[in-house]
């Protein structure tokens, strides 16, 4: 399980590395799709790699993280969402919340400008910046997403991985 990542200096040691075997790839496959769909087929191609690290388990191709385990569930990487191979459902946030949500901090309802209807608390979201589109952060719902618009305080979602964290900065 990875623990919550930091961008305080740290730096993720790999402690194995390894090309996934096949009956592994086909497991690998099968749980990106119960959490992204039918692109989880997709975002590998049998050249996968599993990344050991001190903080958890990676999935990488290409030298580049575009998967991680998170409480036994693997989600798409920011390099993964990004790059278009992988999509979560987005959450938008407005442009003053963009250093606090890079910086790990979780999100508060008062900084999301739009959510995608009909998301349960416990799912897993996107974040984007309202101006760009682009994915900020990978974050769990603490509420359903009917509830985050009306909610005028707290924090409603759950920063896992964001921009600059140890994920984002691995070299392989």
Not at 10 to 24: C, F, N, V
Not at 132 to 138: M, Q, R, T, Y
């Amino acid at each position: 399980m990875l623990k919550k990542a930091s961008s305080c200096g740290e730096k993720m040691d790999i402690l194995k590395r390894y090309t996934i075997r096949k009956s592994d790839f086909k497991k690998l496959k099968e749980q990106l799709k119960q959490v992204i769909g039918e692109e989880g087929e997709t975002l590998f191609t049998k050249n996968a790699e599993l990344v050991e690290t001190d903080k958890g388990i990676l999935f990488a191709e290409n030298r580049t993280v575009l998967a991680f385990q998170f409480q036994a569930i693997v989600l798409p990487s920011l390099r993964a969402l990004n790059t278009q191979k992988a999509h979560l459902p987005p959450v938008t946030v407005d442009m003053g919340a963009v250093p606090y949500v890079t910086n790990g901090a979780d999100i508060m309802a008062p900084g999301i400008v739009k959510v995608t209807p009909g998301l349960k608390q416990g799912e897993f979201v996107m974040i984007v910046d309202e101006r760009h589109s682009k994915a900020l952060a990978v974050g769990e719902l603490l509420v359903n997403s009917d509830e985050i618009l009306a909610r005028k305080k707290g924090k409603v979602i759950k920063n896992i991985h964001y921009v600059n964290d140890e994920i984002w900065s691995l070299q392989l």
